[in-house]
């Protein structure tokens, strides 16, 4: 049973771990702008770390007219996703 699914933009794409679900999101999904400061990443799982890595919780809350409860949703996401798993596993299967 599919333990991991997309969820951008309703995307419901089901997924057996967690690395396969961020190559998803980064090669079947367009990328998204970051609206703190425009840099162009990947949606989903790299576009949350950049979020919460590269500007404030304050940046991220007026950029994109979020609250407490979207913030605490993606750490919470973020935090799930950096202890389960291997990012290097997912950088060598995006550069082939």
């Known amino acids: 049973m599919p333990g991991w699914t997309c969820g951008i933009s309703g995307c419901r794409a089901a997924f057996e771990d967690v690395e396969s679900a961020i190559v998803h999101q980064t090669t079947e999904h367009q990328r998204h702008e970051c609206k703190v400061c425009g840099t162009v990443i990947p949606d989903g799982y790299f576009a949350?770390?950049?979020?919460?890595?590269?500007?404030?919780?304050?940046?991220?809350?007026?950029?994109?007219?979020?609250?407490?409860?979207?913030?605490?949703?993606?750490?919470?996401?973020?935090?799930?996703?950096?202890?389960?798993?291997?990012?290097?596993?997912?950088?060598?299967?995006?550069?082939?």
């Open 48 to 96: 949350i770390r950049h979020a919460f890595d590269e500007h404030t919780r304050a940046e991220y809350v007026r950029a994109y007219d979020a609250d407490s409860e979207d913030v605490r949703e993606r750490e919470q996401i973020k935090e799930t996703v950096e202890s389960t798993a291997d990012l290097q596993s997912v950088v060598d299967r995006i550069n082939g």
